[in-house]
Nanobody, 127 residues
């Protein structure tokens, strides 16, 4: 069982930056592919980014490529999402997710591939 707790959301002006964190419980964090998804009001959940067990491989949704960076610190059981050049369309609830399998064995952009989810953190970007 893995519990995920996101933090770092808030209100920011367009062009600004935020860093989200996701703290995970459990001793096997390094064996989970970690992902970030987001959901805006009235829209479907959207894939943002994923990172492999050791952090070597990363994967991004087209809408955030070049602006967001995912990273992880396995010693701290934490995954991060550094968001830069934020746009109003980035406004959403951001969710952290964990999949108990290597990223090469899954489709990291599909939410159904993940076993555990956090409660989400709100990010609001004002124009």
């Amino acid at each position: 069982q893995v519990q995920l707790v996101e933090s770092g959301g808030g209100l920011v002006q367009a062009g600004g930056s935020l860093r989200l964190s996701c703290a995970a419980s459990g001793r096997t964090f390094s064996r989970y592919t970690m992902g970030w998804f987001r959901q805006a009001p009235g829209k479907e959940r959207e894939f943002v980014s994923a990172i492999s067990w050791g952090g070597v491989s990363t994967y991004y949704g087209d809408s955030v490529k070049g602006r967001f960076t995912i990273s992880r610190d396995n010693a701290k059981n934490t995954v991060y999402l550094q968001m830069s050049s934020l746009k109003p369309e980035d406004t959403a609830v951001y969710y952290c997710a964990a999949a108990g399998r290597p990223m090469v064995t899954m489709t990291p952009g599909e939410a159904t591939q993940y076993n555990y989810w956090g409660q989400g953190t709100q990010v609001t970007v004002s124009s």
